[in-house]
């Protein structure tokens, strides 16, 4: 049944409308409008006034209903932050892995639920510390993991059988996995009870990120192996986070965000269903990413849609039946892009704006980017300011005390259906494409990305769009914060300690090793227990990379500009 | 000048670079060292490559360079892009397709924006070619996109010429049929792992078939080949009908060497002339400023353009 | 026809750094502001992209770097085209790239190094009154 609206009460609204605008462009024609033209930051345009009239067709039990009930527009859980706030996951990672390691103890120790790491370049891209590819990456980025010895060191003294690990890594995600369950049975942990994310999304490196490796059809076998291994083999793992994170970062709209990271989505289980898994086996272990940017609304809208979208999508489309597999669960990090080097102070105003909107959105997890984003990884302090950000919207503000509190919005409610409908078109048109593989080949989302981020700049540069302390309120300035700097020496002391690795290993094992996980990679056989007993070994990180490599080739950047 | 010639045809990269840019820059010092360029060319064989945007020129070039040089061949490539009608700028991008081959010695990339003057882009393309095979490279191959009259001037003057479509372009069949069936020699249907291949093959066949008298009295019949560049699928196959055509044009069109051959000097000639002739003739207008008259006057009415243009030609040429 | 010699530039990114956004928004600012530029895509190494500078015969060479190796890949390809004798090319670049560094690589010859929030016009400015198109 539509909201509790009858025709006449539409009409009477939509006469009050009129009258009222009217008047306004009699106000407006003497003094005009601030703006010829009011947009969100991606460009959309938006009205002066919403009302009921907006939501007309909207029907409270179908549309938005209760947390926790189908199709989830306010929340996956029914209890959502009245029983738990969102997990505290700030992504770290610099350096050596014992550097990292003794960042994670601090961010444990304030108060931190969850742990999340950044890898350096080269490990991101398959090689080991020592390729002449990855001189002057080493741990710039993230931390260097080379061999099983790295992992362990990463988390010495961490209980990962009771905090859950989020690993942001994509071409080598199998790897990275296989290593973090050898870490946990040497330490006599069953992966039955490992809980964790790894990335493994490799739809949008092609599109977004541009850490690839091999082509996208063997990329993608590899990932459903590990949606294979996970179902069967580490139940509480998700083994893949879907994305639009970085779609948004390297310049797409919020719609192309929405839209793309769903039809990645959708690209993941048509696979996985392919190799003859039942959806509702894997479906609730895939989990999602979102980016919260700087227009208030809108991101809360694109949340709020994104929910009910992947729902229809799992019930409708797949014919889903267990509800958790309609649940779109998703982590969300704060825009970095909008972030500035020039009065780096702002920069915790925006990023405690853009996690309100995340967590209005109801998101299940939050890191927030700290105030030196622009000029280096984060320095502790900075990063300790971005956790208590969270922790002050949590404890202080009182916004967790209710759920979905802008449900029932005229504006919000209009804008999440109109992004619905619209990300539902590109979809379609994905789909008329032969999907997203497809459309990947085609360079579509790249393209319309590439086009979206160009006109966003000229907005900026023409000063369409305000940035506060860059077009706007500029001053000059030294740089007043302190910069993380890594140590130049880091890098061949790694080199060192992986060497010592290599030479130490019993090397006839290490080519046994490798043997099957080329013969798995060329066969049918899943990757992941030759892959666990390679870790073991002390296999590298890029001496399985360059078996993948050799098997499937490699996969050059098409440079759509 | 002579310093320059010895070091092209030394193989010197840099000055080989820099001539190119020279020429299209439309350097007039470069005339000198393109005749004296001249006694060194000749040996090359060249393979001009035109397409529809998007159809996989470059990748299949880039493809080509790796089989010619398992050949032990050396290669030049020259890569025409449009230049923005806008700005007067272009992004150059045929080269990231191709960049695998930067490091390799043996191998020549340069690109060329099209720049939209008047027949100059044939010249400054024939010319770059020049410079190539005086350098030594034994293949030459050239993409242009095959929309202007100029890029499809350019693919013609090759050894061979190579058209490549890919499936599910009915229109564009079309327009291939309308401009530039007669000058392809081989036909590639690219990115065959796509729907529609063979539809496109069947088109294409019949449209080559009308010419069957042609081929009857033993003319080159252009074959057809279904390729897929990105996964390296029916390039070598297409190397070998490039191999079969050089053997035809060999033994039946009086030689490889063009220099040789009466009508494509005659081609050559005429078309050196025709852009040396415009050139002479609106540098000497705009230099004297009645160009920017002439214009003027048309605009105010004052004079039509046919007499606008006699009155100016004229003169020049009697 | 007498014709002026045109810009030509070189957009490059050097090493395993995938952050790309800000290199396609300067090429495309560039290719608007009229230049020629050969974009050479990601994951180069500076030995390819200093020979592929000298094969195109470009004036500049733009180099992005996001990912902190800008002292190893700037200054190996400012090392590199002197070992060639194309020292003439010049060098700018830009990403995020601490002030201490600007400095360090300014005195090994990179003419100028661009941070964020500097305008695409300023930019292309840049290159106007410092790039002349080779003379000789
Ligand atoms: C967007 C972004 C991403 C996107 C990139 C999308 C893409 N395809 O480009 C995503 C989300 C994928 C991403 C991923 C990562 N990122 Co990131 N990212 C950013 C971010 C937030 C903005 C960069 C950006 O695009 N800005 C907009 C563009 C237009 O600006 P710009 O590139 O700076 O360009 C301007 C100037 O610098 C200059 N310029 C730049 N290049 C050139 C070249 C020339 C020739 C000229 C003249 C000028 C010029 O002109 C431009 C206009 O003003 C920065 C932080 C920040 N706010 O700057 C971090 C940042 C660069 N990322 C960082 C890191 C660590 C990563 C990861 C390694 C994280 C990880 N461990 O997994 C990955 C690696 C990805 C990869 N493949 O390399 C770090 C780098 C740290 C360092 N250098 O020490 C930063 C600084 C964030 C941080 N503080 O931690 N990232
Ligand atoms: N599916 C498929 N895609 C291909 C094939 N060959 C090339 N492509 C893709 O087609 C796109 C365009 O390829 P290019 O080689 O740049 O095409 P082009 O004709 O040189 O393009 P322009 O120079 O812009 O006119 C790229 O994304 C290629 O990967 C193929 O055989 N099959
Ligand atoms: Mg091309």
Redesign the interface.
């Known amino acids: 049944m539509p909201l509790t609206f009858n025709a006449k009460i539409f009409d009477d609204i939509e006469k009050g409308n009129k009258k009222w605008q009217e008047n306004l462009d009699k106000v407006f024609g003497a003094k005009p409008e601030r703006l010829t033209r009011f947009s969100t930051v991606s460009d959309r345009e938006i009205n002066r006034i919403y009302t009921p009239a907006d939501v007309r067709d909207q029907d409270f039990a179908a549309d938005i209903g209760f947390p926790g009930d189908y199709p989830f527009t306010r929340g996956v859980q029914p209890s959502m932050y009245r029983g738990r706030f969102w997990t505290m996951r700030m992504f770290a990672g610099l350096g050596s892995a014992k550097d990292t390691n003794k960042r994670f103890h601090l961010l444990v120790k304030e108060g931190q639920t969850g742990l999340s790491t950044a890898f350096d370049m080269p490990t991101l891209m398959g090689y080991d510390s020592d390729a002449p590819k990855a001189r002057g990456e080493c741990g710039k980025c993230g931390v260097a993991i080379d061999t099983l010895n790295d992992m362990e060191d990463l988390f010495e003294g961490l209980p990962i059988d009771k905090i859950t690990t989020s690993m942001t890594i994509n071409p080598p995600a199998s790897i990275i996995w296989a290593m973090y369950i050898a870490m946990a049975e040497k330490r006599g942990i069953d992966r039955k009870v490992l809980g964790g994310t790894i990335q493994n999304d490799m739809l949008k490196e092609f599109i977004a990120q541009k850490t690839f490796m091999c082509p996208p059809v063997p990329s993608v076998r590899i990932i459903e192996d590990t949606v294979e291994f996970g179902t069967k083999e580490v139940p509480r793992w998700n083994t893949i986070s879907i994305s639009g994170y970085h779609i948004r970062e390297a310049g797409s709209t919020a719609l192309q965000e929405l839209a793309f990271t769903l039809a990645d989505g959708i690209a993941y289980t048509e696979k996985a269903i392919e190799r003859g898994l039942d959806v509702d086996d894997f479906a609730p272990r895939f989990s999602f990413f979102f980016n919260s940017h700087l227009d208030f609304f809108e991101e809360i809208a694109k949340l709020r849609a994104a929910r009910r979208m992947w729902a229809k999508i799992m019930k409708g489309r797949f014919k889903a039946k267990d509800p958790r597999s309609w649940w779109l669960r998703f982590h969300t990090q704060t825009a970095g892009c909008t972030l500035t080097a020039q009065q780096p102070y702002n920069n915790v105003v925006r990023t405690a704006l853009q996690a309100l909107a995340a967590i209005m959105g109801g998101t299940q997890s939050l890191h927030t980017n700290s105030l030196d984003e622009v000029l280096a990884i984060p320095t502790e302090e900075a990063a300790t300011i971005a956790l208590r950000t969270q922790q002050i919207i949590a404890e202080e503000s009182g916004v967790a005390n209710t759920i979905d509190p802008l449900g029932g919005s005229y504006f919000v409610e209009a804008l999440t259906d109109q992004m619905e409908e619209e990300a539902f078109d590109i979809i379609q048109k994905i789909d008329d494409m032969g999907g997203m593989l497809s459309a990947i080949e085609k360079n579509f989302p790249q393209q319309e990305i590439a086009d979206s981020a160009y006109h966003y700049q000229r907005q900026i540069d023409e000063k369409e769009k305000t940035v506060v302390g860059v077009n706007k309120y500029a001053v000059e300035e030294e740089i007043p914060v302190e910069v993380l700097e890594i140590d130049e020496e880091l890098e061949s002391l790694q080199i060192e300690k992986t060497n010592r690795v290599k030479t130490e290993r019993d090397n006839q094992r290490v080519a046994e090793c490798l043997e099957k996980v080329g013969d798995a990679c060329s066969g049918k056989q899943n990757i992941m227990e030759p892959l666990i007993d390679a870790a073991k070994a002390n296999v590298t990180l890029q001496e399985v990379c360059d078996v993948y490599r050799k098997v499937y080739g490699e996969y050059r950047d098409p440079g759509i500009y | 000048m002579n310093d320059i010639v010895e070091k092209v045809v030394a193989g010197d990269v840099r000055t080989v670079a820099r001539l190119i840019r020279d020429i299209d820059d439309g350097m007039p010092e470069v005339r000198g060292i393109l005749k004296d360029l001249y006694p060194h060319t000749g040996k090359a064989y060249v393979i001009g490559i035109t397409g529809a945007p998007g159809v996989g020129k470059s990748t299949l070039v880039d493809q080509m360079v790796a089989h010619l040089r398992k050949r032990d061949k050396t290669v030049g490539v020259l890569a025409v892009d449009p230049t923005s009608p806008f700005s007067g700028g272009a992004i150059l991008g045929d080269r990231v397709r191709m960049q695998r081959h930067s490091m390799d010695q043996g191998v020549f990339i340069r690109s060329l924006a099209t720049r939209g003057h008047f027949g100059g882009l044939t010249q400054s393309t024939r010319s770059a070619i020049d410079v190539f095979d005086a350098m030594g490279k034994d293949y030459i191959l050239v993409e242009t996109v095959g929309v202007g009259q100029d890029e499809v001037d350019v693919v013609r003057s090759a050894h061979t010429t190579v058209i490549v479509v890919i499936p599910g372009m009915g229109d564009d069949i079309q327009a291939i049929k309308a401009g530039i069936l007669e000058i392809g020699d081989i036909f590639l249907i690219n990115k065959a792992d796509r729907e529609g291949s063979d539809k496109t093959l069947s088109d294409l066949r019949l449209m080559i078939e009308m010419d069957h008298k042609k081929y009857d009295r033993g003319e080159w019949k252009p074959p057809i080949l279904k390729i897929q560049a990105v996964f390296d699928k029916g390039v070598a196959e297409f190397i070998d009908e490039i191999d079969k055509h050089a053997k035809y044009l060999a033994e039946t069109a009086g030689g490889l060497d063009f220099r040789e051959s009466k009508s494509k000097v005659r081609q050559e000639l005429g078309e050196m002339i025709k852009a040396r002739l415009i050139e002479e003739v609106i540098d000497r207008l705009t230099e004297s400023g009645d160009f920017d008259r002439a214009v003027e006057s048309i605009i105010n009415g004052k004079i039509d353009p046919y007499t606008a243009c006699e009155n100016l030609v004229l003169p020049i040429v009697s | 026809?007498?014709?002026?010699?045109?810009v030509?530039v070189m957009v490059a990114k050097p090493?395993?750094?995938?952050?790309?956004?800000g290199a396609?928004?300067i090429?495309?600012?560039?290719?608007?502001?009229?230049?020629?530029?050969?974009?050479?895509?990601?994951?180069?190494?500076p030995?390819?992209i200093v020979?592929?500078a000298?094969?195109?015969?470009v004036d500049m060479i733009g180099l992005s770097s996001l990912?902190?190796?800008h002292?190893?890949?700037f200054l190996a390809v400012v090392e590199l085209l002197r070992e060639?004798?194309?020292d003439d090319i010049v060098v700018c670049g830009g990403g995020?790239i601490?002030?201490d560094d600007i400095k360090r690589l300014k005195e090994s010859g990179v003419k100028e190094v661009f941070?964020?929030?500097t305008?695409?016009?300023d930019i292309v400015k840049w290159v106007k009154h410092n790039i002349t198109?080779?003379q000789d």
Do not use: S
Not at chain 3, 27 to 45: I, K, N, S
């Open positions: 026809m007498k014709q002026k010699r045109r030509r090493g395993l750094d995938g952050h790309d956004r396609r928004i090429a495309r600012a560039y290719r608007d502001a009229g230049f020629e530029v050969v974009y050479t895509g990601l994951h180069q190494t030995e390819e020979e592929a000298i094969q195109e015969d990912a902190g190796a002292k190893y890949l060639k004798a194309a995020i601490p002030d941070t964020p929030g305008p695409l016009d198109p080779r």
